[in-house]
């Protein structure tokens, strides 16, 4: 299983920006998913966004539309997470993972995972 990092949370105030990296142990395949969810304190996992690595295919939940943006880095591993205008419902830890399912948005479908990257949007 392939192994992923996330990178880049941390402190930021309501409006401002992040850009989250999910990095993996290897080449990402053409057939493989990357997916971003998130951990809002005291709840569940949650879906926020997904790429399919062939054509670059996204699905974004609906509180992130025009907000966020998942796209593949400048290598054949990476993945990012482009956040704008943070609000403090955007606190969380956020994961990326990696699948074959494409547009899934179940974390059934991913079979790997990081460990994770605290965001919180706070003044």
């Known amino acids: 299983q392939v192994q992923l990092v996330e990178s880049g949370g941390g402190l930021v105030q309501p409006g401002g920006s992040l850009t989250l990296s999910c990095t993996a142990s290897?080449?990402?395949?053409?057939?493989?998913?990357i997916g971003w969810f998130r951990r809002p304190p005291g709840k569940g996992r949650e879906f926020v966004a997904t790429i399919a690595w062939r054509d670059g295919n996204t699905r974004y939940t609906d509180s992130v539309k025009g907000r966020f943006a998942i796209s593949r880095g400048s290598t054949d591993n990476t993945v990012l997470l482009e956040m704008n205008k943070l609000n403090p419902e955007d606190t969380a830890v956020y994961y990326c993972a990696a699948g074959s399912t494409r547009g899934a948005t179940d974390e059934m479908w991913y079979g790997s995972w990081g460990q994770g990257t605290q965001v919180t949007v706070s003044s």
């Open positions: 290897r080449r990402i395949f053409s057939s493989n998913v």
